[in-house]
Nanobody, 116 residues
């Protein structure tokens, strides 16, 4: 079992910044991918960014150049630094862990609202 706890969401004005954090606990040795998805109202959940290795990251084209994903292995934590936020970034952001046990884990979600 892997548990994921997210923090850092909130309300921010367009052009502002937020940093999301996700800390994993439990069977963290099973994790082979850690990242973030988001789901806006009426839309499908989409990948924002993930880390699949010490130097391997993937970032969605829609946020490339504005969002940065990073990790702290010692703390089992992944961060999503979000800059130059736009209204269309408004969504519930979910931390995601893929594992070698072929089971995925999800955090509870954190709301990010970009509004004047």
């Amino acid at each position: 079992q892997v548990q994921l706890v997210e923090s850092g969401g909130g309300l921010v004005q367009p052009g502002g910044s937020l940093r999301l954090s996700c800390t994993a606990s439990g069977s963290v040795f099973l994790i082979d991918a850690l990242g973030w998805y988001r789901q806006a109202p009426g839309k499908q959940r989409e990948l924002v960014a993930n880390i699949t290795g010490p130097s391997s990251t993937n970032v969605a084209d829609s946020v490339k150049g504005r969002f940065t994903i990073s990790g702290d292995a010692a703390k089992n934590t992944v961060y999503l630094q979000m800059n130059s936020l736009k209204r269309e970034d408004t969504a519930v952001y979910y931390c995601f862990a893929g594992t070698t046990a072929d089971r995925d884990y999800w955090g509870q979600g954190t709301q990010v609202t970009v509004s004047p």
